[in-house]
């Protein structure tokens, strides 16, 4: 009896750590997600006054850029590397014989593109800090393999093209299926 009591007793210890472990990790997402955003965003307010840097010092990639949506009052930060471990923390930006092309979360960062509509005004800020205005165009659903954009005549400014994950509100997560939103140049 004796025995059992002192097993039992060291089980509760090993179950109390391992919750603790994992609270701990859960607790570091929970801090990271948090502070992401605020870092990027000193990053980016930094880069006014010389080269943008990193948003902490292991970050794959920098800030590069602005996505507004005025009408629905959203703000992103644009990444510039584009791997998961980044697209985690914000939108990410791709250069392509298209043109520039982002993509975001659809739970997070690119929730709102399910609001946008045709003519809606997106204002994109690249890395030379100008605002372009660009006018929503096209809507599509398309299979990932099957993305296609045209390239752009032109200084490359023509066209963005944002893609996010499709359904939104999916209760998987590897769907195949992608949310394509082309925005055109509007006259400055």
């Known amino acids: 009896m004796r025995k059992v009591k002192h097993v039992l007793r060291w089980a509760l210890v090993g179950l109390t750590l391992s919750g603790l472990w994992q609270g701990s990790i859960a607790a570091l997402a929970a801090g990271k997600a948090w502070l992401a955003p605020i870092l990027v965003e000193r990053a980016w307010a930094a880069g006014v006054e010389g080269p943008v840097h990193p948003p902490w010092p292991w970050a794959d990639g920098r800030p590069a850029g602005l996505i507004e949506a005025p009408r629905q009052n959203v703000v992103r930060h644009v990444l510039s ?11 990410v930006a791709v250069n392509t014989q298209a043109g520039q092309v982002y993509f975001g979360h659809n739970d997070t960062h690119f929730a709102f593109l399910r609001h946008l509509r045709k003519n809606d005004t997106l204002f994109i800020t690249r890395e030379d800090r100008i605002k372009r205005p660009y006018r929503i165009a096209d809507f599509q659903v398309m299979e990932e393999d099957a993305i ?12 963005v093209v944002l893609v996010t994950c499709y359904p939104f ?20």
């Open 148 to 159: 296609r954009v045209p390239l752009q005549e032109g200084n490359g400014n023509d066209r």
């Open 169 to 188: 509100d999916a209760l998987i997560t590897n769907s195949s299926q992608r949310y394509v939103v082309t925005a055109l140049a509007m006259p400055e």
């Open 81 to 91: 590397d584009a791997s998961m471990r980044m697209l985690a923390f914000g939108p």
